[in-house]
């Protein structure tokens, strides 16, 4: 279903469950040190948004999917900005992470002169570079969420991914230190190729080798939950003693449903790198023992806002994100839920108009 609203009336609607969101409050960010380096320090930050956009731009932005909850939580975010600012957009999905063919058409797409500016989540970490620094003469374009190769990129509002594997690797680490009994991860990293999975891979075997975890399965796969599902079968066939599954938001979904219909849920631990609505009631109910967030929805509004400073001359910080929490039933705060997770009635907005001048 595709939803088109103008931002006065998406405003309107959205803005009575997240009143507060919309008021320019600072925004709790890590700014890295050195622009579109991870590995450099992070500085935090009281991120002031503008007030306003100072015309009613219009962007193009490209999602890899919208098949799972962490991309609707990116659209949320984006809705709530771009409403507030009183810019547009619309939103072309790849449909996943194997269609870079379909991205790329959908990036050329983004060079029309209808667009102000590009905010790109690529499906691939250099596999656009081409048509970005081709597009990037005409216009600003800013990654979110994905990382991707930096030639071309005007800014980035993205977190470490290396770091969101590492945390969740801590997490297990801490769990079972070095000396404590051996315990076995079946590992899902994700969609092999795209521009997230090998840094959140890096982070989390690092954070795991001081620990007596041992990876005895690693197995890619796109994060359509139907595949997901497919994954966690094979691991449980051939495996059925495994004692931790760890990997994306909806391997840690599908997990708790066949665990469930195994009767293995106390037996089996599940860990997921990243919070969605469905990981998120597992761990309030104790299905799922832990998730990293990085607050896609915090993500999403940090997008928009840099592409406005772009346009407008006020971009002073190209790279940015907000800080990473590992969500647990002891730490899901309603802060941490608000900057990580659209509200339950929220449909996905496809295209916003701008407000007028």
Same mark, same amino acid.
């Given at each position: 279903?595709s ?30 040190s ?17 007030l306003?956009? $100072? ?5 193009c932005?490209? !999602?890899?999917h ?24 619309? @939103? ?11 991205? @790329?058409?959908?990036l ?9 500016a ?6 691939? !970490?250099?596999?656009l570079t ?15 969420? $994905? ?20 945390a ?41 080798? $001081? ?16 595949q ?39 037996? @089996? ?10 990981? !998120? ?23 928009i ?11 002073? @910080? ?18 941490v ?9 929220f ?11």
């Open positions: 279903m939803i088109r609203l103008s931002a006065a009336f998406a405003l309107g609607i959205t803005g009575l469950a997240c009143g507060a969101l919309f008021a320019a409050e600072p925004l709790e960010l890590e700014v890295r050195v622009p579109f380096d991870d590995t450099s320090p992070a500085i935090k930050t009281n991120y002031i948004p503008l306003h956009a $100072n015309k009613p731009w219009r962007f932005v490209l !999602y890899p919208l098949k799972d909850a962490y991309w609707l939580s990116v659209n949320h975010g984006m809705v709530q900005e771009a409403s507030r600012l009183g810019v547009g957009f619309d @939103i072309f999905e790849a449909g996943g992470y194997p269609n870079l063919a379909r991205q @790329i058409e959908q050329k797409g983004c060079a029309s002169d209808e667009f102000d590009v905010i790109l989540g690529t499906v691939s !970490y250099d596999g081409p048509v970005v620094q081709e597009i990037s003469r005409l216009k600003p374009i800013i990654a979110v969420v $994905n990382d991707i190769a930096t030639t071309g990129i005007t800014a980035k509002a993205s977190v470490p991914w290396t770091e969101m594997g590492a969740a690797g801590r997490f297990i680490a801490q769990r079972h230190p070095p000396g404590s009994p051996p315990v076995t991860i079946a590992w899902f990293p994700g969609p092999k190729g795209a521009g997230w999975v090998s840094f959140v891979e890096a982070g989390f075997k690092e954070a795991i080798a $001081n620990s007596s975890g041992e990876i005895v399965m690693t197995l890619f796969g796109d994060t359509g939950l139907e997901q599902v497919l994954l966690v079968e094979e691991v449980l066939e051939s495996m059925p003693d495994v004692d931790y599954l760890v990997g994306s938001g909806p391997m840690a979904e599908a997990a708790v449903s066949i665990l469930r219909a195994r009767g293995a849920s106390d037996d @089996i631990k599940v860990v997921s790198t990243y919070l969605s609505h469905a990981v !998120y009631r597992g761990v309030k109910r104790g299905r799922i023992l832990a998730a990293p967030t990085d607050s896609p929805v915090v993500q999403g509004r940090l997008a806002e840099m592409a406005v400073r772009a346009l407008e001359g006020t971009l002073e @910080i190209q790279h940015a994100g907000p800080p990473i929490w590992v969500v647990t039933p002891e730490t899901a705060t309603q802060e839920i608000d900057g990580s997770l659209a509200p339950a009635s449909i996905p907005v496809f295209s916003l108009l701008p407000l007028a001048p």
